[in-house]
């Protein structure tokens, strides 16, 4: 349930006549009171002979009882109350024990007072209440309303525990504002997904991702296709920008324009601005490492950055402190965001709803202290830079090993958030989580086929040999890793990282113990990451040498040189 405390206006009979019009789009249907200050006041909607005047004058009776000077010039209070769509629909009676309740909690007329201030419930609608009220109570003095839209939350949370409606988390008054009734049901009539202020944030979103100066931020707003207003002081300086989009336009033909700090709290020109001041002058000297064997801005190079800056970016957030870990996580949002931007058609979908879903989770009152988290930023810029990736080869594979570790890392946010008390953005972020698990799906199934088809055929010999090295890194994952249908792929990895010289019970035990695999629906999967990316391995050996056998070969001659024979003494496939 979620109750909105609207602007505070001049004139009560305007809203009278909006609630219980027809509508901006036709769309109120049998406008009613369902409970006002006194049971016996006037209706419009079902009494022919109530008019919206005469209600009008008794809400403003008190109002009108004091001198003009000391009148408040804003004294038409508006709270909207809406249940959520898979809620039941509630009846008059409990909808008017809800306003009651509303008004109570408010302090618009507490339990008792027999002085407190007019007010009426409308509702137009099978899924919400709009109350109004007048700001002078019959004593002739003022309601006390500090935190009012606070307290209509809280009590919108006992409601819901009561009424068995559904459970929504309390704000903190860090969400983005969400779009108004009237700009859904523009949206439905012009038959778009999202309201124009939903994609508008999307967009600027994606524009913020890595961009390190106001130029290469308007010029990526232009390149998404926005109208840009700039505000200009008389100085010269830039105070803001309104964004919109071109087919989005008034009743005169005129673009309707967003401010960014309107579309979120982190998205206002000086907000912006915190994330540029903390990034260094030379981003060549803060760029990823790219790998010898992939030339700089590639995709796959890009995200190989992507893996090892959330690999990081984990201990920062789970042992550094809270003003660096909440930067860690705002940063964490430009890479899904960039990710996102840059993914191939079979994982958009899931990657877009994990970068919208984490948008909430990116924001708290715990302010981020920028520049500790300058190799996110720049990962951000990487993956915009190299470029959208192609879904298959080595592009397909470093995909499923970034959002891999991402997946972790957005996991490490929701711990945070918990302790916190971040309830809203722990939500979120396990949302965020959720569709990043499906686009890991989306994006390993072909490289981790290639591998299991390669660990299905090395050599017997060579098999048990990574069996012992398993148990040996690993005993108390051992038994469920060979349990696992993703361990003949661990086992191709744990073959080519020996065949490159690598010390793999070292490796494997090191990539197994730095972070917690609770959350791993498969190890193995998660240790194949880990190892390929450690390793600097390729990701995609969907063309290595057929059944192994090279690399069977080269490790066979290590393991003799190391162990002194070919077969382990123990072990098993």
Known sequence: MIPSVHKRGTRTIGLLYYLYGPGTHEEHIDPH??????????????NPQATYTELQKLLDQPVEALVPSRRPAKHVWHLSVRAAPEDPVLSDEQWGEIARRMVAATGIAPDGDDAACRWAAVRHADDHIHIIATLVREDGRRPRLNNDASRAQAEARLIEAEYGLKRLNTGDGTAAQRPTSAERHKAERQQRERTPREEL????????AGATSETEFFDRLAAGGLLIRRRIAPSGDLLGYTVALPDDRNKDGEP??????RLAPD???PRIRERWSADRDDHAAASSSWPSHMAPGAPSAARRGTASAAWQALIVIEQGDDAVAAAHIASAGE???ALAKTSAAHTRTQLREAAVAFERASRSHVRAERGHDRALRQTARDLVRGGPALGRGEDGATTAMAIDMLFFLVTAAIHWHAK???AQQAAAARQAAEHLRAAYQAAAAQPLGALYQRGRHLGRPLLQRQTSILREA???????ILAEPGWYALAATLADAEAAGHDTTALLADAAGRRELDTAESVSDVLVWRLRRSAGLPADTSNAVTAGRGTDRVASRTG???HGRTRPRHGRS
Do not use: M, N
């Not at 309707?256 to 700090?261: E, P």
């Not at 005993?475 to 469920?480: D, K, R, S, V």
């Open 201 to 208: 944030r999307e967009t600027v979103r994606r524009a913020v």
């Open 474 to 480: 690993v005993p108390e994952l051992a038994e469920q």
């Open 256 to 261: 309707i324009f967003y401010s960014g700090s």
């Open 420 to 422: 916190k008390g971040h």
């Open 335 to 337: 890479v899904l965001d």
């Open 267 to 269: 998205l206002s020109l």
């Open 560 to 562: 003799r040189a190391s």
């Open 33 to 46: 009171l369902v409970a006002a200050w006194d049971s016996l006041a006037p209706d419009p909607g079902r």
